[in-house]
């Protein structure tokens, strides 16, 4: 088993706690200007994953299991226990995985943009060609492990990628959360994958943004603020005409 990486992180605001887990490749700063808004209201944490942002790389393979693994440790040792638990693009993996491991230290779960199974999405990470310049500068600008070091992580979250086992959607229904599921019309997970996962989770809600694509916290950041804080701060209300949902309210 891979050893646990304690993450660097940022702690803003005061209040019940809300974790944030960024995209694939980026780090705590992706959710500037839109989900760390959230700290007028809870005490938001944002750690950097291993081999991003200011945590460094660690021996062995950058997995969604191996990161699971470190937010489940985070949230015992840092959080000190449950959270609501919010992961974007890659870090929803993250966050979807936790869940299944620790269904304890998950109050409440959002997965914007996330793909359970690396096949729901159009284009899949790729360690090949040129690196976009700003993902680069960004990783170099705080990565203690510098940026000749960039090309190793990328290789490793791309051989992860091709070779770790996806659940199965059966494997879903160990998340005891309420969960929310939101992505983009546009996104770069197709609206089937999007709409399997929320079939898959017990108790999912889905929601999907009009004219955005992945980068929808970029695009509509006011919109998805506002969607996830009502998620997070209000309880599920029983629906006039329920179908799915009608057995649960019988």
Same mark, same amino acid.
Do not use: Q
């Given at each position: ?88 693009? !890659?870090?929803?993996?993250? #966050?979807?995985?936790?869940?299944? =491991? *620790? ?5 409440? &779960? +959002? $997965? ?48 992860? !990628?091709?070779?770790?086992? #996806?659940?199965?959607?059966?494997? =879903? *229904? ?5 969960? &929310? +599921? $939101? ?53 599920? #209300? ?13």
């Amino acid at each position: 088993m891979t050893d646990i990486v304690h993450m660097w992180h940022d702690e803003r605001g005061a209040g019940d706690p809300v974790v944030l887990l960024h995209g694939g490749m980026t780090d705590g700063r992706c959710f500037t200007g839109n989900l760390d808004g959230l700290a007028d209201a809870f005490r938001v944490y944002l750690p950097d994953r291993r081999g991003h942002g200011r945590t460094p790389d660690a021996p062995g393979p950058i997995t969604i299991d191996a990161m699971a693994r470190d937010t489940a440790a985070f949230l015992d040792r840092v959080v000190g226990g449950p959270a609501r638990l919010v992961g974007y693009s !890659a870090g929803g993996s993250v #966050a979807l995985r936790t869940a299944m =491991l *620790r269904p304890d230290l998950v109050e409440r &779960l +959002v $997965l914007i943009s996330t793909a359970y199974d690396l096949d729901g999405m159009i284009f899949k990470p790729s360690a090949e060609g040129p690196l976009p310049a700003p993902i680069v500068d960004a990783y170099a600008e705080v990565s203690p492990d510098g940026r000749d070091h960039f090309p190793v992580v990328v290789r490793k979250i791309a051989d992860a !990628a091709a070779t770790e086992p #996806a659940p199965d959607p059966s494997d =879903l *229904r160990a998340v005891t959360a309420r969960t &929310l +599921v $939101l992505a983009g019309d546009d996104d770069l997970v197709t609206l089937d994958h999007t709409v399997a996962l929320y079939r898959a989770l017990p108790t999912a809600e889905l929601a999907v943004l009009p004219n955005a694509s992945h980068l929808l916290l970029m695009e509509h950041p006011e919109t998805v603020r506002a969607v996830v804080r009502t998620f997070l701060t209000t309880d599920a #209300a029983p629906t006039y005409m329920p179908i799915s949902r009608a057995a649960v309210h019988t």
